[in-house]
């Protein structure tokens, strides 16, 4: 009964407060605003008993439940989390790696007399260091481009096989090699000792 009597006087003090608070203002644009927001307080002051009856269906039940699933999935949850961490940071990487080879393949694309290149590269794969995905090694294979001169005044020349020699050092100078090294360590920040440069076969 005292429940009932304090809920029925909270309603009566906020319809007392609302006229009281429409006849200190002044303009008609005004008091349309406070009727609204001072509705919207009588409304919940008289909506309060049935939020109590609703209560146990509330936010204590939903939060008890939802700690109980917690507690239960938590362990699976990360331990899903952590492989979908994983398996992006892989295909990531994979992808830096294919674009980071295409653009040494263009690099050393743009130096003269070279005709074709692959390359093959050696990273840090050091998760959360600053090193990590950084350059350890270049590998290279160039393919030389005859000049013209070699091909319209001088007759190709039957290959001689040579016991120990290195096939096709003739034709990629080791100038044209330490070139390209320089290139591309120039553009990495790289050693020259980190650049190794074969002519392809």
Avoid: C
């Amino acid at each position: 009964m005292d429940a009932l009597n304090a809920w029925v006087k909270q309603i009566i003090l906020i319809v007392l407060f609302a006229a009281f608070l429409e006849l200190l203002i002044p303009g008609n644009s005004y008091k349309k605003i406070v009727r609204l927001i001072m509705g919207l307080f009588i409304l919940l002051t008289v909506m309060r008993p049935l939020l109590h009856v609703l209560e146990p269906w509330g936010d204590d039940g939903a939060v008890k439940e939802v700690a109980v699933l917690n507690v239960d999935n938590k362990a699976a949850i990360l331990n899903q989390a952590a492989k979908i961490q994983n398996e992006r940071e892989r295909i990531a990487f994979a992808q830096y790696r294919r674009e980071l080879i295409k653009q040494i393949k263009v690099l050393v694309g743009t130096v003269d007399g070279v005709s074709a290149v692959t390359a093959e590269i050696v990273l840090n794969e050091g998760n959360g260091e600053k090193s990590g995905g950084t350059l350890k090694s270049v590998t290279i294979y160039v393919k030389p481009e005859r000049s013209e001169e070699q091909g319209a005044l001088v007759a190709p020349v039957k290959p001689v096989d040579v016991p120990g020699a290195v096939k096709g050092n003739a034709v990629l100078t080791e100038q044209k090699q330490e070139q390209i090294k320089r290139v591309v360590a120039e553009f990495y920040h790289l050693k020259t000792g980190q650049v190794i440069v074969y002519e392809a076969k």
